[in-house]
């Protein structure tokens, strides 16, 4: 049976890539964000995941407005990276797992979450600059990978409780997936952010804070909030941190924090990391 080896949730903005393409992992500004990964870089080492599942919201290259699914699986050989206008370097394609995949989109279809299937599926940097904070040096990407997305970018977004509900279902399929892969869970986005409008640069850390403890000391208390409570406390683009919700809903009742990291800002951003085991 397959294990899940742990997740780890982190925020995603472009400028990471900028960083690391300008060597400034660390400079003053950078420094305290990326040191959060060192940790990681070590517990990866040992816990050796073959392949990431990787919840992330796409902000436009792969779906646009046009049509935009609430859930959506790849399920293709190889996720490539495309430019996003950031002026950042494209990451080397990613290899697919089309195999668990497909057990994954049987298992959620089965548990009613009707997931949009696709077997191409170009990769942004909400998927990328998290696989390239996890394996900073490697040659080659050392796992597999699963990409999901959530949409947070065009309303109605799917509730807190269904992306914790969604994290379960895909959980179970993984534990219940009959090879013996190690299966790290990546969640992707937040913590609290805006990036426009009249609370453009709203960052709140109490209710960060809040929800990084909650994750191990109460898991379901982010699911009692709705997404304008949500929003009003963490920003339009906050809300990004259902993605976190979701990968800790893989996990099953309880979960362990093995490592967090909290810097303010990166970009627009606070800067989350977390490390968790069941
Ligand atoms: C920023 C944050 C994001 O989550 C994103 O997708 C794009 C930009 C930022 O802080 O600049
Ligand atoms: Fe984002």
Same mark, same amino acid.
């Given at each position: ?12 903005? #472009? ?31 040992? !816990?050796?995941?073959?392949? *990431?599942?990787?919840? =992330? ?14 859930? *959506? ?8 990276? *495309? ?7 494209? %990451? ?27 077997? /191409?599926?170009?990769?942004?940097? !909400? ?8 394996? #900073? ?28 509900? @969604?994290?379960? $279902?895909?959980?179970? $399929? ?6 013996? $892969? ?8 937040? %913590?609290?952010?805006? %990036?426009?409008?009249?609370? !453009? ?11 990084? /403890?909650? @994750?191990? /000391? ?13 929003? $009003? /406390? ?12 979701? *990968? ?13 990291? =909290? ?16």
């Amino acid at each position: 049976m397959a294990t899940i080896v742990g997740a780890v949730t982190t925020s995603h903005v #472009p400028s990471i890539g900028g960083a690391i393409a300008r060597h400034q992992e660390g400079s003053d500004y950078w420094k305290p964000f990326f040191d959060g990964f060192d940790a990681i870089h070590a517990w990866l080492r040992e !816990a050796k995941p073959d392949v *990431a599942v990787v919840i =992330y919201n796409d902000h436009g290259l792969n779906f646009f407005l046009d049509k935009m699914p609430t859930f *959506a699986v790849g399920a293709a050989g190889e996720y490539r990276n *495309a430019d996003e206008g950031w002026g950042i370097p494209v %990451l080397p394609p990613f290899p697919g797992d089309p195999a668990l995949s497909w057990h994954i989109i049987e298992t959620l279809v089965a548990r009613e979450f009707d997931p949009v299937t696709c077997q /191409e599926m170009l990769v942004d940097h !909400a998927f990328t600059l998290p696989m390239k904070l996890l394996y #900073p040096d490697v040659e080659a990407w050392p796992v597999k990978s699963v990409p999901i997305c959530i949409n947070t970018v065009q309303h109605p977004l799917p509730s807190a409780a269904r992306c914790y509900r @969604l994290g379960q $279902a895909i959980g179970d $399929a993984i534990r219940a997936w009959p090879g013996d $892969a190690r299966v790290l869970v990546v969640g992707t986005g937040g %913590l609290s952010h805006q %990036l426009d409008g009249k609370r !453009a640069g709203h960052i709140n850390k109490d209710f960060d804070l809040k929800f990084m /403890e909650s @994750l191990t /000391e109460d898991p379901e208390w982010a699911t009692r909030f709705t997404n304008r409570e949500l929003i $009003a /406390e963490v920003g339009t683009q906050g809300i990004e941190l259902l993605m976190w919700l979701a *990968a800790r809903g893989t996990l099953g009742p309880r979960a362990r924090r093995l490592h967090s990291n =909290y810097h303010i800002p990166i970009s627009n951003t606070a800067g989350g990391t977390m490390l968790l085991a069941a």
